[in-house]
């Protein structure tokens, strides 16, 4: 049965980007058994994952998708199958995120060639607009350096959020006008979030560490306590672009954890700030 379901796991790798990827699986064989177009299931996965560029390709190499670009009539039993392995999987499940500057692109493609396949690794500029956008209750941001061109890209995630009745957290440092070195960058970031977050703002939560040191030096993008990047990129442009960075995406039950962590760790930063 393994051999049977061997080419199927590229494109389980590829769901397994999606912010629900049991909803999207699911979506995608209903579509099949239907009689919807190939072209209609595609745009279903690609517009759910990071690497859309590769679903033909993934569609293909499960038999799913023909060469001249139609449907094979096993399709929907081979999309029920890979719904079957993504719902197996998905409880606890984690992809690696990277950043990859300019001079590792040569040996990070010898390494996905050598080892890798769909969705290995993912980049991490898409992946943390990924869980930004897929919030749909709460948000949390964590990271002690913030750049106002990067936090720009997730502001109209946050806004959607927040006019749909969603809440957001920011956790960072150095914003108060008594904290030892401010930060400009960090205080126009929060800017941005706030204009973005607009007569919303009370359901945004900024938390602040304002005295001497690092005091948190965490970087986390959470969402809904189903999702999280966890990694070393701070929501800068060298972070996500153009420092060599690495971390993970993480879906389960394990990210409820890492969210009360972060909320106990907010809760407190605003405690000290007020005493």
């Not at 799913?64 to 039993?77: I, M, Q, W």
């Not at 440092?173 to 070195?181: F, I, Q, T, W």
């Amino acid at each position: 049965m393994a051999r049977v379901l061997e080419p199927l796991r590229p494109l389980v790798s590829l769901l397994q980007q999606a912010a629900d990827p049991v909803r999207v699986a699911a979506a995608a064989t209903s579509l099949a058994a239907a009689g919807a177009t190939a072209a209609k299931v595609i745009e279903q996965v690609a517009h759910a994952v990071t690497d859309q560029r590769l679903v033909p390709h993934a569609l293909v190499h499960a038999g799913v998708l023909r060469e001249d670009g139609h449907l094979t009539e096993s399709a929907p039993l081979l999309l029920a199958q890979a719904h079957a392995m993504v719902a197996m999987s998905v409880e606890d499940n984690w992809d690696l995120v990277l950043t990859v500057p300019t001079f590792l692109r040569d040996s990070l493609s010898t390494m996905s060639r050598d080892n890798g396949g769909p969705g290995l690794p993912l980049d991490t500029e898409p992946t943390l607009r990924m869980v930004a956008e897929s919030a749909q209750d709460r948000l949390v941001m964590a990271a002690p350096y913030l750049h106002p061109s990067f936090v720009a890209a997730l502001a109209p995630a946050l806004a959607d959020l927040l006019a749909n009745g969603g809440r957001a957290v920011l956790i960072t440092r150095a914003l108060g006008v008594s904290a030892p070195k401010r930060s400009d960058a960090n205080v126009d970031s929060v800017s941005i979030l706030l204009e973005a977050a607009g007569a919303n703002g009370g359901r945004l939560k900024i938390c602040s560490w304002d005295e001497a040191g690092l005091g948190v030096h965490f970087k986390v993008l959470l969402a809904d306590e189903h999702l999280a990047y966890v990694g070393s990129a701070n929501l800068t442009p060298g972070g996500t672009s153009s420092h060599a960075e690495a971390g993970v995406l993480l879906r389960g039950r394990r990210v409820r954890s890492l969210s009360r962590w972060l909320h106990v760790v907010a809760d407190e930063l605003i405690r000290r700030s007020l005493a």
